[in-house]
């Protein structure tokens, strides 16, 4: 197992990395002090996959487990799913001193963790992401939200886990379309903030596609080292934290759009990406070679770069829903090179011309 810490005084916490790892979670829980009930918040999917391993792991380390199932899919991580999750766990008379574990993917994380920092003012939580996505990115750095109708992650806190367990041999279950949109969120960091990673993927592509357990210890670590170093930096995302927004405005504008399941996460942030290069080269931060590196990466993982044509007013005030903030100009994140980033004060309007995005009006 390898372990990484994030440090954030009071609330850091330890990464573990590995294969196989999963079964030692209740010896973890031990280690950290947590205490008593646990309830393990899954869906029906991951439930049926890992569900048995974790539950016997924290059962045999002592704990007193339930179980609560959400519904499988981000259309679910909404108010009425946390509010069911909240009954669930008074039901299991989850207490201040019991905890919870958010064993799944994003949408679980998120709402688990939201549930965990609001239940009884706040109690423990451990994130076991199951996802490519999940674990280089969101169950790290202590972002928790749910969905409005208005918006996504437009409900949430920032709630640190007191561990995360990444067992690499979960990736093996994953549907390959999951594990190619989880390269989107590694191809980011590399562009925007690490050359030398941004070759690592170059150079093996085929490994990481084979799914090279080895490959792909490494890679994951690595995300989450970096990761780990932005958050350290600005947990509360005042400034900086916003670098790993690369990609995500127009991409996030592009998923609603589409609808959830015509685009998944990071297959939006793969085409936002490329846009952004368009934008970093007519702002001058970086020349059209750059643009057809970053292209050629993420097609090689099998991800399109093309954008769905759609209609210039949705899709302008979409860019400006998914802002959270009402006035005028967007901070966008731009690669400076590859493996730097630069951020520029843009208005909705600019993104579109400068990224020669095709619309229909
Ligand atoms: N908190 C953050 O910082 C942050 C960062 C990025 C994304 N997110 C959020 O993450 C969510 C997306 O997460 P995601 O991409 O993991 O999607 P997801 O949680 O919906 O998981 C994708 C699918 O894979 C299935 N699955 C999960 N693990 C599996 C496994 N090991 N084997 C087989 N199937 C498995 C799930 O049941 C689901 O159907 C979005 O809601 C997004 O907003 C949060
Ligand atoms: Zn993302």
Do not use: W
Request: net charge negative; glycine share 10%.
């Amino acid at each position: 197992v390898s372990v990484l810490t994030v440090n954030l005084a009071d609330n850091s916490y330890d990464i573990l990395i590995g294969c196989g790892v999963m079964s030692s979670i209740g010896s973890h829980c031990v280690a950290l002090g947590l205490s008593s009930r646990v309830a393990v918040i899954t869906n029906p999917t991951v439930n049926a996959l890992y569900g048995e391993v974790v539950r016997n792991s924290l059962a045999g380390a002592g704990y007193t487990v339930s179980v609560i199932e959400i519904p499988d899919g981000e259309v679910y991580k909404n108010a009425e799913t946390l509010a069911n999750v909240y009954d669930a766990l008074i039901e299991a008379g989850l207490d201040r001193k019991s905890f919870i574990v958010a064993l799944g993917g994003g949408v679980v994380g998120d709402l688990a963790g939201f549930a965990a920092a609001t239940y009884l003012r706040g109690i423990p939580f451990v994130q076991v992401p199951t996802t490519l996505l999940a674990q280089v990115d969101s169950s790290v750095g202590g972002k928790t939200a749910i969905d409005h109708p208005r918006g996504k992650n437009l409900i949430g806190a920032f709630y640190q886990p007191r561990f995360v367990l990444i067992d690499v041999d979960s990736l093996a279950t994953l549907p390959e379309r999951e594990y190619r949109a989880g390269m989107a969120e590694v191809i980011k960091y590399g562009v925007a903030i690490d050359l030398i990673f941004f070759e690592y993927l170059e150079q093996h592509v085929d490994a990481i596609m084979a799914m090279d357990r080895e490959c792909l210890e490494t890679l994951i670590r690595r995300c989450c080292q970096l990761k780990a170093q932005v958050v350290e930096l600005d947990e509360k995302e005042s400034g900086l934290r916003a670098v790993l927004n690369y990609g995500h405005t127009l991409g996030h504008a592009f998923e609603m759009l589409a609808g959830y399941s015509e685009l998944v996460h990071g297959e939006a942030v793969a085409i936002g990406m490329v846009l952004a290069a368009r934008i970093s080269v007519a702002r001058g931060h970086c020349d059209a070679a750059d643009i057809k590196r970053v292209s050629a990466l993420i097609c090689r993982f099998g991800l399109t770069t093309q954008a769905p044509i759609v209609d210039r007013q949705r899709l302008l005030s979409a860019i400006l829903t998914d802002k959270k903030s009402a006035d005028g100009a967007i901070s966008f994140i731009c690669n400076s090179g590859i493996g730097n980033f630069a951020i520029e004060l843009l208005l909705p309007e600019e993104l579109l011309t400068l990224s020669g995005l095709e619309v229909c009006s």
